[in-house]
Structures are given as structure tokens and as C-alpha cells.
């Protein structure tokens, strides 16, 4: 078999050929971005990280997750998310502030998207214990990344994401306004996605080989025990709309709770706690991480939050609630002999640091104008028989049937979460359980309907 293919059951049930390219370096694929390769790529990313998703919820043979492990293409999921980091960071500022600016946003909508889909299929993939030795040679700079989004994370809910937003505010925005709603939207899903990562991480560090530098990063560079205790603290899985209903987020929107919904832990709220346990019961927390007084304080905040409702749904957080009572009662000096047999290692003399984000970063140096004028080219999305083409295949992998799939079973109305049966048959990519949503929801809707609809017809 080539190298650069891998065999992967099609999202219809029969088998098919899928390439991936071979591993992105430098600034190269800053500057290959909405080129016609890349568009396929990108499809093929997506509908990747759909039928992982779909093999690991239906329960089924996951041979999605075996051919990346197998095969040796996890590195490049990485890759890939590093580098749209970057992009979003230096070159996408400099495109949003050329004249004249882009009237029709799909095209760096799409480019955002690409970094949510590879992160995706990350989080679904490295749950296992091979994912993270088939990322070994990069997981400190998979690390990095999945801490710099929970650092975004937090700069999101303090900059007043969670507050709800008006339609009148909505109807008033140009492209770009829209477009920036929209960034914030796929950070906040790539980020509360990353704490799953941080986890996986930080269960399999042992496997991939490099657990003193993880370990290093985690307890000593960034105190990642104290931002998971601030996240449980601020909640940013709910919130309210502005008729003061409370909304969650599942399946990387927000949408009004089911009675399900309220009676079991939160999926992303469940992650922080397993993460939190995870690195203070870490038999390496001796040697990394010293317990002071301001810390116990922040731990022993929680234990009010581990009630017996949530012990009885995840039974591991029981010993979490144990470490947490003997800390209250000040009895914590002790826990800084607890080595369960891990010989302390002593000084770290070889570090393993992230260095892809640098690399990226040096390529594009006192170029990102250039690179911006460049690609805003592309992002204009002329209407062309080409683009017209390339904006099909694109609404077709995002709107598939199978996609609903990944929405807990089946369509959501946009408007109020329930189950829906109708298709906007404009654009036909938002659904309604009915006609009254459908009004409700226009003034939201019509801006992308209008782009969609002016790329297709």
C-alpha cells in the first residue's frame, strides 16, 4: 500500500481510498491554504472526523482510529491544528484589515473550521493508549497547544462570551463582524474539545516515553491543576439567552437542556473532573508540584462540587473527593511523600520542548502581509465556475446526512434544540422542528443563507 494513502470505510458503508499529504513543515501550508488541493483535504479531514466519531459512538470496529495509529498520520493532525493556530494568529489580522475587505466570509470560515476538524479527530483518537505512543516524537507540542487553547478558553469567558447576544446586534453586523462571532464560536468548541486532549495526555504520559517533560509543563510551566479548578468554578459549559433560559452546549452548539440533560453530568464538566483527578493523584505530583496554602484553598473549594449524585455516575472521582477531604483537615504535607514507588527523578537535565509552533512562526516572518494579499485572493470567492464547484463540495461534506449523525442522532432545530424534520431549502444546511423557529431564527440565518446561496446557484 502507499504510504501516503490509508484505507478507511466510506461514510456509506462501502470502503475507500482517502490520501493524506505527507507531513506539513515550515510555513508552506500557510501559504498553500483554499488552493485546490487543500479544498480536497480539507474534505477529506472532515469526513474523517465524522466516521471516527461515528465508529467510536455506535460502538463499532474503530478502523478509522486503527489506519492513522497504524499507519503513522496522527503527526499530521497536529501539524495541522499548530499551523491554523498560527495562521489565525499572524495572517489572518493582516487579511481582515486589507481594503476592500472580503464581502463573502466562506472561504475563512472554512480555513477556522479546518483546525476544529482536525482537533476533532485528536480528541477522538487519542482516547486510546496507542494514539499517544503514535504521537510520541510530538506530544509536548500537542501539550502546548491544548494548554494555549484553555488559556483562549479563559480569555473567552472573561472577555463575555457567555453573555447572551441580541438579534438586533446579529442583524447588525457586516461580514466580518459575522466572521469574528463565528471565530469565537469554533475557539470556544476546539477549546473545551483540548481539555479532553490534556487529559489523554496526561494518562498516557508514561506510554509516550517523555513523562518528566510532560510532567514538567503540567504541574511546574503552567499550573494546569489550577486553571482546571478556575474552569469547574466558572462553568462554561451553560449559560443563559436573553430570556434568561438556561442553554448548554452539546455538540458544538448551544442549545436548551433536555430533562437528560439535566439529571447527568455535563460531558465537557465530567472532562475536567477526570483531568483534575488524573494529575493530583499523578504518582509524579510529588516531584513536580508543591500543595501551598493559596492551593489548598483552590482545591479544597471543589469539594462542595463532588456530591453524591456525580459519584454515583463516575466512581473514580470517590478517590478525588478522599485527596480533597484530607486537605481540608490539613493534613497535606504528608501527600508530597506519596510516590507510590516512582523514584524521584531529581533535576531534569534533557527537556523535550515544543518547537513546530516556532518553526511555522520563523517561515512567515516579515512575510504575513505578503502572504495576507496572497490569499485574499482566494478568499474572495469570485463566483466563478470553479468556486462555485469547490463551494458545492464544501456544503456537501458540512451538511450531509451523515454529519447529523454526530448531533446526537439526528437534526437539531437551529432555533430551539428540539428534533427537526425541515430543511432550510435555500441553502439546505439548517434545520427547523417548524415554521415558527424558522421565522425566529431568519434574522441569524440570513446573512450565511445569502453567502451560501450566492456560491451554489
Not at 446579529?170 to 466580518?176: G, R, T
Request: with cysteine; hydrophobic share 35%; aromatic share 8%.
Amino acid at each position: 500500500m502507499n504510504p501516503q494513502t490509508q484505507r478507511t470505510e466510506s461514510l456509506a458503508g462501502s470502503s475507500q481510498w482517502v490520501a493524506f499529504p505527507s507531513r506539513c513543515r515550515g510555513g508552506r501550508f500557510c501559504e498553500a491554504l483554499l488552493l485546490l488541493g487543500w479544498v480536497d483535504w480539507h474534505i477529506r479531514l472532515q469526513k474523517l472526523n465524522q466516521q471516527a466519531v461515528l465508529e467510536a459512538s455506535s460502538m463499532r470496529e474503530e478502523l478509522t482510529k486503527e489506519t492513522l495509529i497504524s499507519c503513522g498520520k496522527l503527526p499530521v493532525l497536529v501539524y495541522e491544528a499548530i499551523c491554523i493556530q498560527v495562521w489565525k494568529i499572524k495572517i489572518y489580522p493582516q487579511i481582515v484589515k486589507l481594503e476592500p475587505a472580503p464581502n463573502n466570509t466562506f472561504g475563512l470560515y472554512m480555513v477556522l473550521y479546518h483546525e476544529a476538524a482536525a482537533v476533532g479527530l485528536l480528541e477522538t483518537v487519542l482516547f486510546h493508549e496507542d494514539g499517544a505512543t503514535c504521537i510520541s516524537e510530538i506530544a509536548i507540542d500537542l501539550l502546548q497547544y491544548a494548554l494555549d487553547q484553555l488559556t483562549a478558553l479563559l480569555a473567552l469567558i472573561n472577555t463575555g462570551y457567555l453573555k447572551p447576544i441580541s438579534v438586533n446586534d446579529i442583524e447588525c453586523e457586516s461580514p466580518i463582524e459575522e466572521l469574528e462571532r463565528q471565530k469565537r464560536d469554533l475557539q470556544f468548541d476546539i477549546s473545551m474539545r483540548c481539555i479532553s486532549i490534556v487529559r489523554y495526555l496526561a494518562e498516557h504520559m508514561e506510554v509516550a516515553g517523555i513523562g518528566a517533560s510532560i510532567s514538567t509543563n503540567i504541574y511546574k510551566t503552567h499550573d494546569v491543576p489550577s486553571l482546571l479548578c478556575h474552569l469547574i468554578t466558572q462553568e462554561p459549559w451553560k449559560r443563559s439567552n436573553e430570556q434568561g433560559e438556561m442553554q448548554i452546549f452539546n455538540f458544538g452548539r448551544w442549545c436548551k437542556p433536555t430533562t437528560e440533560d439535566l439529571t447527568q453530568l455535563h460531558r465537557s464538566e465530567a472532562q475536567l473532573w477526570l483531568c483534575l483527578r488524573q494529575l493530583l493523584l499523578e504518582p509524579r505530583l510529588a516531584h513536580h508540584y508543591t500543595i501551598d496554602e493559596s492551593r489548598r484553598n483552590t482545591f479544597c473549594q471543589l469539594q462542595a462540587k463532588l456530591t453524591e449524585t456525580m459519584l454515583d455516575q463516575i466512581p473514580p472521582l470517590g478517590e478525588l473527593k478522599t485527596f480533597l477531604c484530607r486537605l481540608s483537615v490539613g493534613d497535606y504535607s504528608g501527600l508530597h511523600n506519596r510516590t507510590n514507588g516512582v523514584k524521584n527523578p531529581g533535576c531534569t537535565l534533557i527537556e523535550v520542548v515544543p518547537q513546530i509552533k516556532d518553526a511555522y512562526v520563523k517561515q512567515i516572518h516579515k512575510r504575513t502581509k505578503s502572504l495576507a494579499k496572497t490569499q485574499l485572493e482566494y478568499f474572495r470567492m469570485d463566483g466563478s465556475e470553479d468556486s462555485r464547484k469547490m463551494a458545492k463540495k464544501l456544503l456537501d461534506s458540512y451538511a450531509s446526512d451523515t454529519a447529523l449523525a454526530l448531533d446526537g442522532g439526528g437534526a437539531k432545530c437551529a432555533k430551539c434544540g428540539e428534533k427537526a424534520c425541515k430543511k432550510c431549502s435555500r441553502c439546505k444546511t439548517e434545520w427547523y422542528c417548524g415554521r415558527e423557529c424558522q421565522v425566529q431564527q431568519w434574522p441569524k440565518h440570513k446573512e450565511l443563507c445569502d453567502q451560501y446561496a450566492k456560491l451554489c446557484l
